[in-house]
Each structure stands twice: as structure tokens, then as C-alpha cells.
T-cell receptor, first 115, second 110 residues
Framework: DGGITQSPKYLFRKEGQNVTLSCEQN?????MYWYRQDPGQGLRLIYY???????QKGDIAEGYSVSREKKESFPLTVTSAQKNPTAFYLC??????????????FGPGTRLTVL | GNSVTQMEGPVTLSEEAFLTINCTYT??????LFWYVQYPGEGLQLLLK?????DKGSNKGFEATYRKETTSFHLEKGSVQVSDSAVYFC?????????FGTGTSLTVIP
């Protein structure tokens, strides 16, 4: 089955630690995205990548970092500089910019809790 | 700039009631429009989409029509079920980024 996987589903972090959230897709999509969702709120864009080895900051990139070394993988690192990292993190992919039927497909999410 | 405004919730309906969730947008160019649904603790799933003016997207009894003249994409369903309880997001893309509304929580009671 084609789709997007995120791991782990639940993640606990101590203050001052960096953690990395995994996102893998086998849809052969060029573009990948990371969003943050807080309770009762919409999605806020952290980073996005339209092609391998390239990525752009979204609206709330401070305290986060990403890499895009492979087309199918787009890991997100939540660093100790992120002041309030407890949230639900969603990864998404789409076929690529400027393409017809360019909808986003979402993974199941990772819930990060800082202890 | 690009943005999506959708009806604030929460919305509570009885089973078999008619549902409307309003969505209006601002966009440069010619956006594609989407409705996504999110069940508790899960990611977003595409519910329906429309790629040009006057297109009607439909799925699982839900419908929405792309109205360019009113810049709207309202979600409707004629008879909701308890299983429709979820959060619904309106979204648009003009090719590069995606823009989401803040979501509308729907609870359907038996």
C-alpha cells in the first residue's frame, strides 16, 4: 500500500533534549511538509521541501530543523531551542508544485510530550 | 495573500440533520480547493476536492461546489451520521504551499 508513515506515534522528551521525528513516503512525491497542530487549533507550517536536498522555512521554523537527503524521507528534529514543543506533529506529501490534482496526503501523526 | 476562513465551531447536530460548514477563501491566481477530515488522534484525510470554478466535489454523501464569484467552498451533507463526528478543514493550494482553515469540530448525537 502506498502512503506516509510517521514514527513513533507517541514520543516523550525531557527538557533540553533534541528529538527526531521520522516521516517516510512511498508515493514517489516530490514535495513534503511538516505541520504542528495544537489542541483545538489548525495546522501551522514548520518546514517544507519541494525537491531533494532543498527545503524552506514555514511560518514557525524556529527551534526546528529538517533534512531531505532522500526523496522518500523528511525527518524533523525538534531542538532544545523550541520553547514549547508539546504538540501533535503531522507530515504530509504532495506530487509537487505546479502539478494538476496537487492534493496533500497526510501521515498518522506523532504526539510529542515534553516532561 | 492566500488564506482560508471557515465557520467557527463546535457544531452539534442530531443524527439525520442537514450539515453546512461555511468556507471562504482569498487567493492569488486559480486555486484548487479541498475539504479534509480529521478523526481524534489521527492525521488528515482528503474528503473531497475541486480544481476549477463550478466544479463540485463529492464523497461519502458530502458535497462542495467551487464558487468563484463568492470565493466560497461550503461543505454540505444532507443527513449526518454519528460516524461523521470529526474535525473538518477547508484548504487551498495555488501550486506551492497549502493554506488551511482553523477547522470546525462536528459532533453528531444519536
Amino acid at each position: 500500500d502506498g502512503g506516509i508513515t510517521q514514527s513513533p506515534k507517541y514520543l516523550f522528551r525531557k527538557e533540553g533534549q533534541n528529538v527526531t521525528l521520522s516521516c517516510e513516503q512511498n508515493l514517489n512525491h516530490d514535495a513534503m511538509y511538516w505541520y504542528r497542530q495544537d489542541p483545538g487549533q489548525g495546522l501551522r507550517l514548520i518546514y517544507y521541501s519541494q525537491i531533494v536536498n532543498d527545503f524552506q522555512k514555514g511560518d514557525i521554523a524556529e527551534g526546528y530543523s529538517v533534512s531531505r537527503e532522500k526523496k522518500e524521507s523528511f525527518p524533523l528534529t525538534v531542538t532544545s531551542a523550541q520553547k514549547n514543543p508539546t504538540a501533535f506533529y503531522l507530515c504530509a506529501s504532495s506530487i509537487g508544485p505546479g502539478r494538476a490534482y496537487n492534493e496533500q496526503f497526510f501521515g498518522p501523526g506523532t504526539r510529542l510530550t515534553v516532561l | 495573500g492566500n488564506s482560508v476562513t471557515q465557520m467557527e465551531g463546535p457544531v452539534t447536530l442530531s443524527e439525520e440533520a442537514f450539515l453546512t460548514i461555511n468556507c471562504t477563501y482569498t487567493a492569488t491566481g486559480y486555486p484548487s480547493l479541498f475539504w479534509y477530515v480529521q478523526y481524534p488522534g489521527e492525521g488528515l484525510q482528503l474528503l473531497l476536492k475541486a480544481t476549477k470554478a463550478d466544479d463540485k466535489g463529492s464523497n461519502k454523501g458530502f458535497e462542495a461546489t467551487y464558487r468563484k464569484e463568492t470565493t466560497s467552498f461550503h461543505l454540505e451533507k444532507g443527513s449526518v451520521q454519528v460516524s461523521d463526528s470529526a474535525v473538518y478543514f477547508c484548504a487551498l493550494t495555488t501550486g506551492n504551499q497549502f493554506y488551511f482553515g482553523t477547522g470546525t469540530s462536528l459532533t453528531v448525537i444519536p
